[in-house]
């Protein structure tokens, strides 16, 4: 096991892995801290019951290398982590349990800065803020920045408006049509902003009430299940869940921009050239989606919501420099962001 995990290291550019257990409350849980170069390691807890240990470890490795490109891409002096409790948040989250991981964070000194996650809330980061300082991403009320989601929803909104400069000439949303997938915090905060610039709207989600509220409130249309890769559109937004471009839904597209707010979207690096042979222009995930990153750096600082809007707009320009790079260099969009991160994590690194 030790020479496999030290090769998943060395490959991925894991700086340090932590396995956190407590007898007491049977916590198992990781944290990766991938690369600390341009400042402490940020990143979201995620609880969820891993069907393997391997799933585990996989998940957190994978997450703390995106949130070291997430940062380094949108010039933040902050490094990638990300911590993962094994087990389920409905029936295994106890106070006890949070503590104990809390004290792991705390020993890490500020290496590992946590936030909010799949399965851990607000009143998670509060608990866990009671035994350590190293802690992102409380409530407003509180001194924090709150919910993240509508900042990411405008980041993908700014993000939306360089891609169609970029295929139509010109930023405007009138009578364009854009298909969102996935109707949760973000998703719905992004259908509002694009419904107040006069976009069309066509949005799935698993939930039906969720459906119907954006029936409701900005005029869209649902569309069932699969069938939203089908939508005739301008721009489709994967606001759900990630892997969801890949070999199978790319065929289906009938739209010339891909951009969303939903993390690792492509399933496999190599579906990007899936959506190059097709000429569809790819927003790669981690720039678009960084607004979230973004005001909770905003947070540490001290938190002011006005500079962490004009902030979160920049990510416009960051778009539209990735785009000239592809363009220049003959690359794809996605291998333009990477080159644009490494090259920051480099020269910080060296
Ligand atoms: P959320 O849990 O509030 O919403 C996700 C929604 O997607 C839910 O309503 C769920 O029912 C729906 N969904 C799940 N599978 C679906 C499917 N197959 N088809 C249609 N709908 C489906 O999550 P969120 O905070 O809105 O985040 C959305 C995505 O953006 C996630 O991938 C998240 O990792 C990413 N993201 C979020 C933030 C943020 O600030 N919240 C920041 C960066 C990235």
Known sequence: MTTPLFEMMKTGG??????????????????????TSLGPALGGCRMWP???????LNDVMRLSRAMSYKAAVSNLPLGGGKSVIWGDPETDKTAALLKAFAKHI??????????????????DIEAIRKVTSHVSGFPISDGGSGDPSPL???GVFCSMRACLEAVFGNASFEGKRIAIQGMGKVGTALAKLLHEADAKL?????????????????????????????????????CALG????????????CP?????????????????LLEERKILYAPDYVINAGG????YEELKGYDKDRAYKRVGAIYGRLKEVFALAQAEGVSTAAAADRIAEARLRVKSA
């Open 14 to 35: 894991h700086e340090q892995i932590l396995f956190c257990s407590d007898r007491e409350t049977s916590l198992k849980a990781i944290i990766a801290i991938h690369n």
């Open 50 to 56: 891993y069907k393997t240990f391997d799933a585990a």
């Open 106 to 123: 705390d020993h890490l000194g500020g290496r590992y800065i946590v936030a909010e996650d799949v399965g851990i809330g607000v009143p």
């Open 152 to 154: 990411t929803a405008y």
């Open 202 to 238: 066509y949005v799935s989600d698993m939930d039906p009430e969720k459906m119907a509220y954006a029936t409701r409130e900005f005029g869209a249309d649902p569309i069932h299940g699969h069938e939203i890769y089908r939508v005739d559109c301008d721009i489709f937004s994967p």
């Open 243 to 254: 892997g969801t471009i890949n070999e199978r839904t790319i065929p289906s597209l009938s």
């Open 257 to 273: 921009i891909v951009a969303g707010a939903a993390n690792n979207q492509l399933e496999k690096p190599e579906d990007i050239r």
């Open 293 to 296: 990153l973004i005001n909770i």
